[in-house]
């Protein structure tokens, strides 16, 4: 709750099956509830109003999760996300705002998921440069037009009928064409009196009308110029120098956690606002646990900040001498804030992950790795198409994907019944894919298409996999204790218990169809591949030794038993060469095949 800035808004219920928000004495929001609320994550249409005010211009109101009804007398708690706290992801926008719902008796707050888009009124924009890069990339030239863009020249490029001897003649010779060209410069002599004109630089920056995060020097003489010459990349002729970072004291006010699309959960420093090197800082990121502690950061404390690069807000330093004994431990959450999943943190590793597999931080990245060629192999459900689903609300996970409806699909393209169908089609005949593709697709952790393979040959169902406890599967070849923890970990997480029910309902087949094999003349056997096959893809070969009880490597060792090499084999086949290990030709393995 210390997070939140104070409360400005209040929720009433007009109506059993209607809520209004009310800010001060102007209603800017009126809408009817949904009726079916009982799942959480259910997705409602977005509600546009028109309501504006001489700060905002249009709200908009989506409803994203809903489990039951706050009193009439509960109160809206509002927050920036862009500026302050977010319960949920990094948002899209700066100005997106969450709000909560805590409730009269006091108790923990509980988000009804109502997000509002606030759309500003010419406000200043916090950095030049972006906004620049911005305005130019538009595609209304417009929007282009209205924005105050101004340009400094520092160079010519190219002229006819008219040459210098020296670059400060240049700079003159624009300036008195009325362009704009660098307000400070100085002709300098010496290397001293160099020196000192990057010092009066650093001193004066803040009074320029750009940032600058550094001085060039440059050899005048354009003649000159041509002789020293140039690398590939850089002239030899001219060297920055960088300033020191800007550096600034702020507090920081709390310090809340973000789930990225890998399941990583960052902590975030909410600062006191502070202007550095030209834009104002709210937040920064804190990394991850380590760097809390080996900073020895508590919430209250003063810090110094600077703009790493002149770029990236980080904290430098703490100031332990000016604590008052009211500063707080953070600790890293233990639960996902998005999806209430528990969160781990594996030996050797420095980040904290959600596991959970339905975690909506995570829903794209996961989406798109399961329709992917080494999962399902679902084709035209690539990045774009899953981003474009999940804007429209149309999937939400993975499970979604097999929901999906012809007119959904062809919503998204113009004359897109074609693809749709296609796509379609190409989610029907993934269902039928083997079960080490679903094992793959599903994402779990330190599980390849290597290990998925091992999997469903061993266990030869899901449902064999999902019983299996660490014990048994650490005493499996390939796997170790740490894979096995992480595997009956996922298996036994509740969100991807509900996945797997939801996709034995879609009719996803959940067995292994690799053939059955009591041949295994390799057992024992480890083989390198390397060069190009003429009768077999890698993956098609290896296929081949596995089921015959052999192992495949990626890297050639003393205990391997054959290199297989085929065309323009590399460095893999002089090392064999080197450490003595068996070299077959594509003709030879065919032989030990048969």
């Not at 109101?61 to 039951?68: F, I, V």
């Not at 538009?138 to 282009?144: A, E, F, V």
């Not at 990349?233 to 702020?250: C, H, R, S």
């Not at 900073?295 to 807000?313: A, E």
Request: proline share 5%.
């Amino acid at each position: 709750i210390s997070s939140f800035p104070p409360v400005f808004a209040r929720i009433t219920q007009s109506a059993p099956t209607k809520i209004t928000i009310q800010i001060g004495s102007e209603i800017r929001e009126s809408c009817a509830i949904p009726t079916a609320c009982s799942t959480p994550m259910i997705k409602y249409p977005t509600i546009h109003t028109a309501a504006t005010s001489a700060t905002y211009g249009i709200w908009v109101a989506t409803w994203l999760t809903c489990s039951q009804w706050p009193p009439a007398d509960a109160i809206i708690v509002v927050s920036e996300i862009g500026e302050q706290w977010s319960p949920h992801t990094a948002p899209a926008r700066q100005d997106e705002i969450e709000i909560a719902i805590i409730w009269p008796d006091g108790n923990t707050p509980i988000t009804i998921g109502i997000r509002i888009l606030k759309v500003p009124h010419d406000v200043p924009v916090a950095n030049a440069r972006n906004a620049a890069a911005g305005s130019l990339r538009q595609l209304n030239p417009k929007i282009t037009a209205q924005r105050p863009l101004d340009i400094y020249i520092f160079n010519v490029q190219k002229i006819e009928n008219k040459t210098w001897n020296s670059h400060w003649e240049e700079l003159n010779y624009l300036a008195n064409l009325g362009f704009n060209v660098v307000p400070f410069r100085k002709l300098c002599h010496t290397i001293d009196e160099a020196i000192d004109a990057i010092k009066e630089i650093g001193d004066n920056r803040e009074e320029l009308t750009f940032g600058i995060d550094g001085a060039v020097i440059k050899v005048d003489d354009l003649a000159l110029r041509e002789k020293i010459g140039t690398t590939f990349k850089v002239p030899k002729w001219a060297i920055a120098y960088k300033y020191p970072p800007e550096q600034k004291e702020t507090i920081v006010k709390d310090i809340i956690c973000q789930v990225g699309r890998t399941g990583a959960i960052t902590p975030m420093a909410i600062l006191e606002p502070v202007k550095v090197a030209g834009s104002t800082i709210s937040k920064t990121t804190l990394h991850n646990e380590d760097f809390v502690k080996e900073k020895g950061l508590m919430i209250g404390d003063h810090v110094i900040i600077q703009k790493q690069g002149d770029v990236i807000p980080e904290v430098v330093d703490v100031l332990k001498e000016k604590r008052t004994g009211e500063e707080k431990v953070f600790q890293m959450p233990t639960t996902c804030p998005v999806c209430g999943a528990p969160a781990v943190r594996e030996e050797g590793e420095s980040a904290v992950r959600c596991t959970g597999i339905e975690c909506p931080a995570k829903a794209l990245r996961n989406i798109v790795h399961f329709a992917s060629d080494e999962g399902m192999d679902i084709e035209g459900l690539g990045y774009k198409i899953v981003e474009q689903l999940i804007e429209k609300g149309l999937i939400s996970n993975i499970a979604d994907i097999y929901d999906l409806k012809l007119e959904d699909i062809a919503s998204l393209k113009k004359n897109g019944k074609k693809f749709a169908q296609n796509l379609i089609d190409a989610i029907e005949e993934s269902k039928n894919r083997d079960l080490s593709n679903l094992i793959t697709a599903l994402g779990i952790r330190h599980v390849g298409k290597k290990l998925a393979k091992v999997l469903a040959r061993k266990y030869k169902t899901l449902d064999n996999l999902m019983s299996a406890d660490v014990e048994e599967l650490a005493s499996k070849d390939d796997i170790g204790e740490v894979i096995a923890q992480s595997i009956h970990t996922f298996f036994n997480e509740e969100q991807t218990i509900d996945l797997i029910n939801r996709l034995k309902s879609a009719g996803i087949n959940t067995q292994s169809l690799q053939e059955e094999s009591n041949d295994t003349r390799f057992e024992g056997k480890t083989f390198v591949l390397t060069g190009a096959l003429s009768k077999y893809s890698r993956e098609q070969a290896s296929d081949i030794i596995e089921r015959l009880g052999g192992k495949t490597s990626s890297s050639v060792s003393k205990k391997t038993s054959y290199v297989l090499a085929g065309e323009d084999a590399g460095s893999k086949l002089t090392k064999a060469q080197s450490l003595g290990v068996t070299v077959i030709s594509e003709e030879e393995f065919e032989e030990m095949i048969k």
